[in-house]
């Protein structure tokens, strides 16, 4: 293996790396989105329930 192959496949790795890093941030954002209303509604229902 040369120097440069090496190198080129550290760089595919690194990206592969990335883009699932990427995926599953977008996943968590999409999760989040769905989950905070549901969250705030809870959070709403037991707030008033104390009072």
């Not at 595919?12 to 977008?26: C, D, K, N, P």
């Not at 905070?36 to 329930?49: H, I």
């Amino acid at each position: 293996m040369t120097t440069s192959s090496t190198a080129h496949l550290a760089q595919v790795l690194l990206g592969v790396r990335a883009g699932h890093l990427a995926h599953h941030r977008v996943r968590l954002l999409q999760t989040g989105r769905t989950l905070l209303p549901q969250a705030q509604a809870w959070f709403a229902k037991t707030d008033n329930a104390e009072l």
